[in-house]
């Protein structure tokens, strides 16, 4: 089954710990972006990644962190400094050079306790 | 600053009637401009984007330099088309793939 999948669906956490959201893709795309949505502010862009090893903050990066050691992968963190972490969270893929289509993962909604 | 803007969180009409869902930019090069939507419990999923010039599902969206909109039309709503619509913008210039999205409309079809 192609396409983009996020893990876990629900995530609850406790202030002060770090949490990482899993983001995988098998449609071989070199692109992979990390959105955050809230009601009536639409999607803001975390982090985005053209490929591999490499990766550029997007509008709101503070108190976040990413990595991309695979093309397959780009795993979101939701550190203690990010000061209003509960949201629900988008992964997205594409081909690389150009606007192209995105891709949407189903989506991880990370609640703070 | 690039920018989107769609002006209504939510639009509700009748079975039958027609929609248009606006969208106006701010963007200082040459944009690419997107319609993405969001069914009830399903993916964001792309619905149609300037370039191509389609119809999809009976939407049309034209862009307007002059008027800086990207307004998403169609002539006679169904239920089916209820849903969250996204207008996008691409930004940075046109080797990265960065998305500016509105904020969202929310359409609601009544029967």
């Known amino acids: 089954d192609g396409g983009i999948t996020q893990s876990p669906k629900y995530l609850f956490r406790k202030e002060g710990q770090n949490v990482t959201l899993s983001c995988e893709q098998n449609?071989?795309?070199?692109?992979m972006y990390w959105y955050r949505q809230d009601p009536g502010q639409g999607l803001r862009l975390i982090y985005y990644?053209?490929?591999?090893?490499?990766?550029q903050k997007g509008d709101i990066a503070e108190g976040y962190s990413v990595s991309r050691e695979k093309k397959e992968s780009f795993p979101l963190t939701v550190t203690s400094a990010q000061k209003n972490p509960t949201a629900f969270y988008l992964c997205a893929s594409s081909t690389a050079g150009g606007p192209n289509e995105q891709f949407f993962g189903p989506g991880t909604r990370l609640t703070v306790l | 600053a690039q920018r989107v803007t769609q002006p209504e969180k939510l639009l509700s009409v009748f079975k039958g009637a027609p929609v248009e869902l606006k969208c106006n930019y701010s963007y200082s090069g040459s944009p690419e401009l997107f319609w993405y939507v969001q069914y009830s419990r399903q993916r964001l999923q792309l619905l149609l984007r300037?370039?191509s010039r389609e119809s999809i599902k009976g939407f049309t969206a034209d862009l307007n330099k002059g008027e800086t909109s990207f307004h998403l039309k169609k002539p006679f709503a169904q239920e089916e088309d209820s849903a969250m619509y996204y207008c996008?913008?691409?930004?940075?210039?046109?080797?990265?793939?960065?998305?500016?999205f509105g904020t969202g409309t929310l359409l609601a079809v009544q029967p």
């Open positions: 990644s053209q490929i591999v090893n490499d990766f």
């Open positions: 300037h370039i």
């Open positions: 449609l071989n795309h070199d692109a």
């Open positions: 996008a913008l691409s930004g940075a210039g046109g080797a990265t793939n960065k998305l500016i």
